[in-house]
C-alpha cells in the first residue's frame, strides 16, 4: 500500500524552541491532516490542507501543503510542555480512507 | 464540537470471549471507522462503514466483525477474542464531503 514517510521519529527540545517536522510521500495526495495524540488518549485534528501550496496556521502551528502535493511540513513555534505527544500526518489514499505515518514523538524540556 | 464517544476506556477480556466495542457520534457523519493502534505498527484500519448496514474491511479485518445499525453507532465486534488482539482501539467519524477524521478517546483492550 501507500507509504507515508514521517520524519523525524523522535524529537527531545526545549521548552520555547521552534519545531519542524515533515512527511513525504512518492505519490501525489490531494489532502494533508495533521494530528496530535496524548498519552492514552485518540488523535485530535490540528490542520487540514486541500490545495497545494496552502498554508494554513492553528495558534502557535503552521502546517504546509507541498507544492509537489507530496509532501507536508508541521512547524510548532515556541513549545511550550503541554506540546508533549505524538503528531501524525495523514492523507486520503481512496474513497474515504486515510493513511497514517509512523508519528513524530515530541518531548519538551521545560 | 465533534463528539466521539467510546464505551470503555479500559477492557480486560479472557482468551475465547466475544467482545463488543461501542463507538457513538454525535455529528451526523456519514462515515465510520474502526483502527487499531500498537507500538511500531501505528494506525491501521479494521473495518469502515460509509452509511448505515453498509461495511467495507479495512487493511485487517481478520477476527473482526462489525455492525451499522443506526448512523450514529458503529459497533466492533471479537468473535472470539486472542492474546493478539491486545491493543488500542480508536473509533472515529467524518462526513462524506471532506475527508477529516474525528477519534474517539480510544479503548485499551487487553486479552489474558
Known amino acids: 500500500g501507500q507509504q507515508l514517510n514521517q520524519s523525524p521519529q523522535s524529537m527531545f527540545i526545549q521548552e520555547g524552541e521552534d519545531v519542524s517536522m515533515n512527511c513525504t510521500s512518492s505519490?501525489?495526495?490531494?489532502?494533508w491532516l495533521w494530528y496530535k495524540q496524548d498519552p492514552g488518549e485518540g488523535p485530535v485534528l490540528l490542520i487540514a490542507?486541500?490545495?497545494?501550496?496552502e498554508l494554513t496556521s492553528n495558534g502557535r502551528l503552521t502546517a504546509q501543503f507541498g507544492i509537489t502535493r507530496k509532501d507536508s511540513f508541521l512547524n510548532i513555534s515556541a513549545s511550550i510542555p503541554s506540546d508533549v505527544g505524538i503528531y501524525f500526518c495523514?492523507?486520503?489514499?481512496?474513497?474515504?480512507?486515510?493513511?497514517f505515518g509512523e508519528g513524530t514523538q515530541l518531548t519538551v524540556n521545560p | 464540537d465533534v463528539k466521539v464517544t467510546q464505551s470503555s476506556r479500559y477492557l480486560v477480556k479472557r482468551t475465547g470471549e466475544k467482545v463488543f466495542l461501542e463507538c457513538v457520534q454525535d455529528?451526523?457523519?456519514?462515515?465510520m471507522f474502526w483502527y487499531r493502534q500498537d507500538p511500531g505498527l501505528g494506525l491501521r484500519l479494521i473495518y469502515f462503514?460509509?452509511?448505515?448496514?453498509?461495511?467495507e474491511k479495512g487493511d485487517i479485518p481478520e477476527g473482526y466483525s462489525v455492525s451499522r445499525e443506526k448512523k450514529e453507532r458503529f459497533s466492533l465486534i471479537l468473535e472470539s477474542a486472542s492474546t493478539n488482539q491486545t491493543s488500542m482501539y480508536l473509533c472515529?467519524?467524518?462526513?462524506?464531503?471532506?475527508?477529516?477524521?474525528?477519534f474517539g478517546p480510544g479503548t485499551r483492550l487487553t486479552v489474558t
Open positions: 472515529a467519524s467524518g462526513r462524506g464531503s471532506t475527508y477529516e477524521q474525528y
Open positions: 455529528m451526523d457523519h456519514e462515515n
Open positions: 490542507l486541500y490545495k497545494a501550496g
Open positions: 505519490s501525489i495526495f490531494n489532502t
Open positions: 462503514s460509509y452509511d448505515v448496514k453498509m461495511k
Open positions: 495523514a492523507t486520503r489514499t481512496s474513497g474515504s480512507r486515510l493513511t
